[in-house]
Protein backbone atom coordinates (compact mmCIF):
# COMPACT_ATOMS: atom_id res chain seq x y z
CA UNK A 1 0.00 0.00 0.00
CA UNK A 2 1.49 3.73 -0.67
CA UNK A 3 2.19 5.98 1.94
CA UNK A 4 0.26 9.35 1.28
CA UNK A 5 0.50 12.47 3.09
CA UNK A 6 -0.90 15.81 3.03
CA UNK A 7 0.68 19.29 3.50
CA UNK A 8 -1.53 20.17 6.52
CA UNK A 9 -1.77 24.12 5.66
CA UNK A 10 -4.62 22.68 2.38
CA UNK A 11 -6.44 21.50 5.08
CA UNK A 12 -7.76 25.12 5.94
CA UNK A 13 -8.36 28.68 4.25
CA UNK A 14 -6.38 29.22 1.61
CA UNK A 15 -6.00 32.42 -0.23
CA UNK A 16 -4.78 33.80 -3.53
CA UNK A 17 -4.88 37.72 -4.61
CA UNK A 18 -8.63 38.23 -5.03
CA UNK A 19 -10.51 35.40 -2.76
CA UNK A 20 -10.37 33.01 0.03
CA UNK A 21 -11.39 29.40 -0.02
CA UNK A 22 -12.73 27.84 2.85
CA UNK A 23 -12.81 28.48 6.42
CA UNK A 24 -9.66 28.74 8.89
CA UNK A 25 -8.57 25.29 10.83
CA UNK A 26 -6.79 25.00 13.97
CA UNK A 27 -4.25 21.81 14.01
CA UNK A 28 -6.33 19.65 16.01
CA UNK A 29 -9.14 21.09 13.31
CA UNK A 30 -7.36 20.18 10.63
CA UNK A 31 -5.85 16.82 11.69
CA UNK A 32 -9.53 15.36 12.83
CA UNK A 33 -10.93 16.26 8.99
CA UNK A 34 -7.88 14.56 7.97
CA UNK A 35 -8.74 11.25 10.08
CA UNK A 36 -11.69 11.43 7.86
CA UNK A 37 -10.00 11.38 4.16
CA UNK A 38 -9.93 8.30 3.06
CA UNK A 39 -6.03 7.31 1.55
CA UNK A 40 -4.09 8.97 3.65
CA UNK A 41 -1.76 7.98 7.07
CA UNK A 42 0.66 11.24 6.91
CA UNK A 43 0.84 15.16 7.39
CA UNK A 44 3.61 17.69 6.27
CA UNK A 45 3.80 20.60 8.76
CA UNK A 46 4.91 24.04 8.48
CA UNK A 47 7.22 25.22 11.24
CA UNK A 48 7.36 27.18 12.85
CA UNK A 49 4.05 28.89 11.44
CA UNK A 50 2.13 25.90 11.94
CA UNK A 51 3.71 24.02 14.71
CA UNK A 52 6.17 24.98 16.93
CA UNK A 53 5.38 22.65 20.50
CA UNK A 54 6.34 18.78 20.30
CA UNK A 55 4.69 17.74 23.07
CA UNK A 56 1.24 18.91 22.27
CA UNK A 57 1.70 18.19 17.93
CA UNK A 58 2.77 14.33 19.16
CA UNK A 59 -0.40 13.53 21.62
CA UNK A 60 -2.13 15.36 18.54
CA UNK A 61 -1.02 13.03 15.90
CA UNK A 62 -1.42 10.14 18.09
CA UNK A 63 -5.01 10.88 18.86
CA UNK A 64 -5.85 11.28 15.25
CA UNK A 65 -3.14 8.23 14.28
CA UNK A 66 -1.08 9.99 11.73
CA UNK A 67 2.90 9.85 10.84
CA UNK A 68 4.67 12.62 9.99
CA UNK A 69 6.35 12.89 6.09
CA UNK A 70 7.91 15.75 6.61
CA UNK A 71 8.60 18.99 8.68
CA UNK A 72 8.30 21.48 6.19
CA UNK A 73 10.23 24.86 7.18
CA UNK A 74 9.41 27.98 5.97
CA UNK A 75 12.28 30.62 5.48
CA UNK A 76 10.70 33.15 3.21
CA UNK A 77 7.55 34.43 5.62
CA UNK A 78 9.53 36.73 7.47
CA UNK A 79 9.86 40.89 6.59
CA UNK A 80 13.86 40.35 6.70
CA UNK A 81 13.59 37.35 4.19
CA UNK A 82 11.51 39.22 1.40
CA UNK A 83 14.58 40.17 -0.63
CA UNK A 84 15.99 36.66 0.09
CA UNK A 85 16.76 35.00 3.60
CA UNK A 86 19.45 32.26 2.80
CA UNK A 87 20.94 34.78 0.06
CA UNK A 88 20.67 38.14 1.54
CA UNK A 89 23.52 39.79 1.33
CA UNK A 90 23.52 40.99 4.66
CA UNK A 91 24.82 38.00 7.23
CA UNK A 92 22.57 38.31 10.01
CA UNK A 93 19.43 37.69 7.99
CA UNK A 94 21.35 34.97 6.21
CA UNK A 95 21.98 33.81 10.01
CA UNK A 96 18.39 33.83 10.98
CA UNK A 97 17.65 32.16 8.01
CA UNK A 98 20.08 29.41 8.79
CA UNK A 99 18.28 29.31 12.65
CA UNK A 100 15.27 28.41 10.91
CA UNK A 101 16.26 25.56 9.60
CA UNK A 102 18.50 24.22 12.33
CA UNK A 103 15.26 25.21 15.10
CA UNK A 104 12.92 22.84 12.58
CA UNK A 105 15.58 19.63 12.58
CA UNK A 106 15.32 19.88 16.04
CA UNK A 107 11.76 20.19 16.29
CA UNK A 108 11.55 17.52 13.76
CA UNK A 109 14.14 15.26 15.87
CA UNK A 110 12.02 15.52 18.67
CA UNK A 111 8.74 14.74 17.04
CA UNK A 112 10.14 11.63 15.28
CA UNK A 113 10.31 12.73 11.67
CA UNK A 114 12.92 11.26 8.83
CA UNK A 115 13.11 14.60 7.18
CA UNK A 116 12.70 18.14 7.22
CA UNK A 117 12.33 19.83 3.43
CA UNK A 118 12.93 23.50 2.43
CA UNK A 119 11.94 25.22 -0.64
CA UNK A 120 13.68 28.68 -0.90
CA UNK A 121 11.10 30.74 -2.63
CA UNK A 122 12.44 33.91 -1.39
CA UNK A 123 16.31 33.50 -2.51
CA UNK A 124 16.06 34.58 -6.17
CA UNK A 125 15.75 37.66 -8.33
CA UNK A 126 13.37 39.49 -11.11
CA UNK A 127 15.59 41.94 -12.80
CA UNK A 128 18.88 41.87 -14.96
CA UNK A 129 21.96 42.81 -13.02
CA UNK A 130 19.81 42.74 -9.89
CA UNK A 131 22.00 40.20 -7.94
CA UNK A 132 25.42 38.88 -8.58
CA UNK A 133 24.74 34.93 -9.24
CA UNK A 134 27.84 33.96 -8.05
CA UNK A 135 27.53 35.21 -4.67
CA UNK A 136 24.45 34.13 -4.52
CA UNK A 137 25.27 30.85 -5.09
CA UNK A 138 28.10 31.12 -2.94
CA UNK A 139 25.83 31.98 -0.18
CA UNK A 140 23.21 29.00 -0.59
CA UNK A 141 26.10 26.36 -0.60
CA UNK A 142 27.17 28.41 2.92
CA UNK A 143 23.97 28.53 4.34
CA UNK A 144 22.46 25.28 3.20
CA UNK A 145 25.86 23.21 4.08
CA UNK A 146 25.79 24.64 7.87
CA UNK A 147 21.86 24.34 8.05
CA UNK A 148 23.19 20.59 7.07
CA UNK A 149 26.17 20.15 9.33
CA UNK A 150 23.38 20.32 12.20
CA UNK A 151 22.03 17.34 13.76
CA UNK A 152 23.33 14.99 10.58
CA UNK A 153 21.09 12.46 11.47
CA UNK A 154 18.14 14.79 10.20
CA UNK A 155 18.12 14.82 6.32
CA UNK A 156 18.00 18.38 4.75
CA UNK A 157 16.03 18.14 1.57
CA UNK A 158 15.53 21.05 -0.83
CA UNK A 159 12.51 21.49 -2.57
CA UNK A 160 13.20 23.07 -5.64
CA UNK A 161 10.89 25.63 -7.60
CA UNK A 162 11.34 28.31 -11.00
CA UNK A 163 9.33 30.95 -9.43
CA UNK A 164 7.06 32.23 -6.46
CA UNK A 165 7.66 34.35 -4.40
CA UNK A 166 10.22 35.51 -6.70
CA UNK A 167 10.44 36.38 -10.20
CA UNK A 168 13.01 33.59 -10.63
CA UNK A 169 14.16 30.88 -7.94
CA UNK A 170 18.12 30.39 -7.66
CA UNK A 171 17.26 26.82 -6.99
CA UNK A 172 14.47 26.34 -9.94
CA UNK A 173 15.28 22.99 -11.88
CA UNK A 174 15.83 19.13 -10.55
CA UNK A 175 19.62 19.81 -11.86
CA UNK A 176 20.27 22.95 -10.07
CA UNK A 177 19.13 20.92 -7.12
CA UNK A 178 21.90 18.64 -7.50
CA UNK A 179 24.34 20.56 -8.78
CA UNK A 180 23.64 22.69 -5.12
CA UNK A 181 24.03 19.32 -3.08
CA UNK A 182 27.23 18.62 -4.69
CA UNK A 183 28.66 21.57 -4.24
CA UNK A 184 27.86 21.78 -0.62
CA UNK A 185 28.71 18.01 -0.38
CA UNK A 186 25.85 17.48 1.24
CA UNK A 187 25.58 13.51 1.69
CA UNK A 188 22.71 13.83 4.14
CA UNK A 189 20.73 16.04 2.04
CA UNK A 190 18.27 15.20 -0.48
CA UNK A 191 15.91 16.87 -3.36
CA UNK A 192 12.22 16.93 -2.88
CA UNK A 193 10.29 16.77 -6.15
CA UNK A 194 6.85 18.48 -6.81
CA UNK A 195 5.33 17.22 -10.04
CA UNK A 196 3.55 21.07 -10.86
CA UNK A 197 7.22 22.34 -10.35
CA UNK A 198 8.54 20.24 -12.71
CA UNK A 199 5.88 20.77 -15.09
CA UNK A 200 5.50 24.03 -15.20
CA UNK A 201 9.41 24.62 -15.18
CA UNK A 202 9.81 22.96 -18.56
CA UNK A 203 10.66 19.96 -17.35
CA UNK A 204 10.01 16.24 -17.36
CA UNK A 205 8.89 15.24 -14.02
CA UNK A 206 9.55 11.27 -14.75
CA UNK A 207 12.91 12.36 -16.34
CA UNK A 208 13.48 14.42 -13.27
CA UNK A 209 12.80 11.45 -10.80
CA UNK A 210 15.48 8.93 -12.93
CA UNK A 211 17.90 12.06 -12.75
CA UNK A 212 17.77 12.20 -9.35
CA UNK A 213 17.19 7.91 -8.52
CA UNK A 214 20.76 7.66 -10.58
CA UNK A 215 22.29 10.36 -8.31
CA UNK A 216 24.24 9.67 -4.58
CA UNK A 217 21.16 11.66 -2.94
CA UNK A 218 17.33 10.46 -1.81
CA UNK A 219 14.03 12.45 -3.17
CA UNK A 220 10.85 12.89 -1.94
CA UNK A 221 7.44 14.02 -3.71
CA UNK A 222 5.02 16.06 -4.26
CA UNK A 223 2.13 15.55 -6.39
CA UNK A 224 -0.43 17.76 -7.92
CA UNK A 225 -1.09 19.35 -11.30
CA UNK A 226 -1.28 22.35 -13.30
CA UNK A 227 -1.59 23.50 -16.79
CA UNK A 228 2.14 23.99 -17.54
CA UNK A 229 1.91 27.80 -16.84
CA UNK A 230 1.97 28.50 -13.19
CA UNK A 231 1.83 26.11 -10.25
CA UNK A 232 -2.02 25.79 -9.60
CA UNK A 233 -1.54 23.16 -7.49
CA UNK A 234 -4.53 21.26 -8.88
CA UNK A 235 -5.35 17.48 -8.16
CA UNK A 236 -3.20 14.62 -9.88
CA UNK A 237 -4.64 13.97 -13.65
CA UNK A 238 -6.61 16.48 -14.78
CA UNK A 239 -4.06 18.43 -16.67
CA UNK A 240 -1.44 16.31 -17.72
CA UNK A 241 -2.17 12.23 -17.04
CA UNK A 242 -0.17 10.57 -19.31
CA UNK A 243 2.57 12.55 -17.88
CA UNK A 244 1.69 11.68 -13.91
CA UNK A 245 1.57 7.74 -14.88
CA UNK A 246 4.71 7.92 -16.88
CA UNK A 247 6.15 9.58 -13.26
CA UNK A 248 4.44 7.48 -11.32
CA UNK A 249 6.12 4.12 -13.61
CA UNK A 250 9.56 5.69 -12.71
CA UNK A 251 8.54 6.21 -9.11
CA UNK A 252 7.58 2.02 -9.12
CA UNK A 253 10.73 1.48 -11.37
CA UNK A 254 13.43 3.14 -9.06
CA UNK A 255 11.68 1.83 -5.90
CA UNK A 256 9.96 4.73 -4.71
CA UNK A 257 8.45 3.73 -1.45
CA UNK A 258 8.50 7.00 0.50
CA UNK A 259 5.19 9.38 0.73
CA UNK A 260 3.08 10.71 -1.74
CA UNK A 261 2.62 13.78 -0.35
CA UNK A 262 -0.64 15.96 -1.99
CA UNK A 263 0.80 19.94 -2.46
CA UNK A 264 -2.66 20.23 -3.75
CA UNK A 265 -4.94 23.00 -2.76
CA UNK A 266 -8.63 22.48 -3.12
CA UNK A 267 -9.50 26.31 -3.38
CA UNK A 268 -12.88 25.98 -5.15
CA UNK A 269 -13.35 22.36 -4.50
CA UNK A 270 -14.97 20.30 -1.21
CA UNK A 271 -11.25 19.75 0.34
CA UNK A 272 -12.11 16.20 1.57
CA UNK A 273 -12.99 15.23 -2.32
CA UNK A 274 -10.31 17.18 -3.79
CA UNK A 275 -7.83 14.65 -1.58
CA UNK A 276 -9.74 11.60 -2.19
CA UNK A 277 -9.34 12.33 -5.61
CA UNK A 278 -5.38 12.17 -5.41
CA UNK A 279 -5.29 9.60 -3.62
CA UNK A 280 -7.82 7.43 -5.47
CA UNK A 281 -6.08 8.13 -8.96
CA UNK A 282 -2.45 7.81 -7.83
CA UNK A 283 -3.22 4.01 -6.24
CA UNK A 284 -5.41 3.25 -9.15
CA UNK A 285 -2.02 4.29 -11.25
CA UNK A 286 0.19 2.41 -9.43
CA UNK A 287 -2.12 -0.91 -8.97
CA UNK A 288 -2.69 -0.64 -13.28
CA UNK A 289 1.23 -0.54 -12.96
CA UNK A 290 0.99 -3.82 -11.51
CA UNK A 291 -1.05 -5.43 -13.85
CA UNK A 292 0.11 -4.52 -17.02
CA UNK A 293 3.63 -6.65 -18.84
CA UNK A 294 5.86 -3.81 -17.48
CA UNK A 295 8.41 -5.57 -19.31
CA UNK A 296 7.01 -5.90 -22.54
CA UNK A 297 6.78 -1.99 -22.41
CA UNK A 298 10.26 -1.74 -21.54
CA UNK A 299 11.30 -3.93 -24.27
CA UNK A 300 9.33 -1.59 -26.39
CA UNK A 301 10.84 1.54 -24.97
CA UNK A 302 14.14 -0.39 -25.47
CA UNK A 303 13.19 -1.06 -29.19
CA UNK A 304 12.55 3.02 -29.94
CA UNK A 305 9.73 2.31 -32.03
CA UNK A 306 6.90 4.76 -30.65
CA UNK A 307 4.08 3.82 -32.63
CA UNK A 308 4.29 0.13 -31.20
CA UNK A 309 5.02 1.90 -27.59
CA UNK A 310 1.66 3.90 -28.81
CA UNK A 311 -0.34 0.98 -29.30
CA UNK A 312 0.56 -0.81 -25.93
CA UNK A 313 -0.60 2.79 -23.99
CA UNK A 314 -3.71 2.56 -25.72
CA UNK A 315 -4.28 -0.96 -25.10
CA UNK A 316 -2.99 -1.24 -21.93
CA UNK A 317 -3.27 2.30 -20.28
CA UNK A 318 -6.11 4.09 -21.68
CA UNK A 319 -7.93 0.66 -22.32
CA UNK A 320 -8.66 1.48 -25.82
CA UNK A 321 -9.13 -1.82 -27.59
Partial sequence: MLKMAIITGFLSQTKDRFHEYNKPLELEEKLKLMSTIE????????????????ASTRKLLDIYGLGVAAVNVNVKAEPEFRNGGLTSNEKAVRQKAVQFIKDAKDFAAELGADKVTCCPLGDGYEFSFQYDYATAWKHLVETFGEADDHRQEMPLFVEYKPSETR?????????????????????????????????YGGENPAEAVAMLAESPYPYYVHINDNDGKWDWDYFCGTKHMLDYIEFLYYLKKYGYDGYFTSDTSPTRWDIKGT?????????KIWQLLDDIDIGELEKLIGAGNYLE???????NIFSLR
Fill in 39 to 54: GYSGVELVYPYEVSEV
Fill in 167 to 199: GRCFVDTAAKALCLLNDIDGKNMGVTLDFGHSM
Fill in 275 to 283: FEANSRLTL
Fill in 309 to 315: TWKFIEE
